[in-house]
T-cell receptor, first 114, second 115 residues
Framework: AQSVTQLDSQVPVFEEAPVELRCNYS??????LFWYVQYPNQGLQLLLK??????LVKGINGFEAEFNKSQTSFHLRKPSVHISDTAEYFC????????????FGTGTRLLVSP | GAVVSQHPSWVICKSGTSVKIECRSL??????MFWYRQFPKQSLMLMAT?????????EQGVEKDKFLINHASLTLSTLTVTSAHPEDSSFYIC???????????FGPGTRLTVT
């Protein structure tokens, strides 16, 4: 079984500042890793995913994440945030077989202020 | 891009009645769809895995007789909340696993309020 830990429930940051949202996972098998964003009263939108290959993954809206197998981490970063990045961010993991069931972390609320 | 729709986007029903929520993959085939439930300010909890042409697989603790899932075609899965009660009020989100990739596409969600 897999589990995902997002230690920061809320991250306040000023506009144009850099941000890192932390994600650690636990699994006994190889996994795929994902970051999703959720705006109020909406479904989830995929930001980026790691399946294999380069450990640095670039996604939409200027976000990137780095897979660190030894640290079992997949932290999300953006060098300069905008007000519009205010949203809930979820890290998720799935095993590489079966039906790709996603296990989500508890989410991190990113609050960008002017 | 891959689009998943849900209908209705919100619904209010009286306690004891049943509500059906549809999840459609609009431009791709999805043998597998998932149903999640999300409580306010919380993460998504997987309720069940819906497989086209076969019975759904429910997660531990989810009542299969209460949450009926039917995956009748490669583009449509439905979730029926039977004999709804106020504690069933929640945000229900579906996702579709694109047959040609290892990626889930999420619907916009359905807000269910049971009075």
């Amino acid at each position: 079984a897999q589990s995902v830990t997002q230690l920061d429930s809320q991250v306040p940051v000023f506009e144009e500042a850099p941000v890192e949202l932390r994600c650690n996972y636990s699994s006994s098998v190889s996994v795929y890793l994902f970051w999703y964003v959720q705006y109020p009263n909406q479904g989830l939108q995929l930001l980026l995913k790691y399946l294999s290959g380069s450990t640095l993954v670039k996604g939409i809206n200027g976000f990137e994440a780095e897979f660190n197998k030894s640290q079992t981490s997949f932290h999300l970063r953006k060098p300069s945030v905008h007000i519009s990045d205010t949203a809930e961010y979820f890290c998720a993991v799935s095993d590489r077989g079966g039906f790709q069931k996603l296990v989500f972390g508890t989410g991190t609320r990113l609050l960008v202020s002017p | 891009g891959a689009v998943v729709s849900q209908h209705p986007s919100w619904v209010i029903c009286k306690s004891g009645t049943s509500v059906k929520i549809e999840c459609r993959s609009l431009d791709f085939q999805a043998t597998t769809m998932f149903w999640y439930r999300q409580f306010p300010k919380q993460s998504l909890m997987l309720m069940a895995t819906s497989n086209e042409g076969s019975k759904a697989t429910y997660e531990q603790g989810v009542e299969k007789d209460k949450f009926l899932i039917n995956h009748a075609s490669l583009t449509l899965s439905t979730l029926t909340v039977t004999s709804a009660h106020p504690e069933d009020s929640s945000f229900y989100i579906c996702s579709a696993l694109r047959d040609s990739s290892y990626e889930q596409y999420f619907g916009p969600g359905t807000r269910l309020t049971v009075t």
